[in-house]
């Protein structure tokens, strides 16, 4: 009994350590009494997020006659289960689990991140239709900087502003200037753009991409 006792404080020691880790120092956790057929006693983890109590994983102490059928009689454990797309969900503020089975760039490309502590939090998708503009320019001589360009249609743009990616990269021969293409990817969240309205976008950032970072326009 006393060894049962220890191994119990053990198991909920590490899943608190593990569950404050992904949520935070601060996070309310609270243990539920529960049945599962291969642990005794067995248990919920509940947190409260967001003032919502909410169940992330079930746990126990391995019945011992399930760890000697395994060839460790000398031993005795614990295990537990946890849903990864339960905690994403709570995580990310996903609202549909179907989601983790969608190859929507719009859903995989706001979890590549260089640095696995940076925050991240789910951005809806639109279900309406895309307009896509693309912009080409020379490049300064010096002083350029994709990220200059991508902050500067974001900032004319918003949230009109779906993404931007640089799909072509020319070098003249004799002049040795260097053009680069970027497409832009223009939706709305609550309704269908019209080209005409996102050409007035579209003309505002080539008109900024000149006065600002010094590019020569090929528009």
Avoid at 71 to 82: H, N
Avoid at 117 to 140: E, R, T
Avoid at 167 to 193: A, G, N, Q, V, W
Wanted: proline share 3%; aromatic share 12%.
């Amino acid at each position: 009994m006393e060894a049962m006792k220890l191994v119990e404080f053990d198991l909920k020691q590490t899943l608190t350590r593990l569950v404050r880790h992904l949520f935070g120092d601060g996070l309310e956790i609270r243990w539920v009494d529960c049945y599962f057929p291969f642990t005794h006693p067995s248990f919920e983890m509940e947190i409260n997020f967001h003032g919502e109590w909410l169940e992330v994983l079930g746990c126990g102490v391995m019945e011992q006659q399930l760890v000697n059928s395994a060839g460790a009689q000398d031993r005795i454990g614990w295990a537990f289960g946890l849903g990864l797309e339960r905690l994403a969900m709570i995580l990310y503020d996903i609202p549909d689990i179907r989601l983790f089975w969608s190859e929507d760039e719009r859903f995989l490309k706001q979890f590549c991140i260089s640095d696995i502590n940076q925050k991240v939090k789910f951005q809806p998708l639109s279900k309406y239709p895309a307009v896509i503009n693309d912009i080409s320019f020379w490049l300064p001589s010096e002083n350029y900087a994709d990220n200059d360009f991508y902050d500067l249609v974001r900032t004319i743009g918003g949230d009109l502003v779906e993404k931007v990616d640089l799909i072509d990269k020319f070098e003249h021969p004799k002049t040795h200037k260097t053009s680069h293409c970027y497409r832009i990817t223009y939706r709305h969240m609550e309704r269908t753009l019209s080209q005409r309205e996102v050409r007035n976008v579209h003309q505002a950032v080539q008109e900024a991409a000149v006065q600002l970072l010094g590019v020569e326009g090929r528009f």
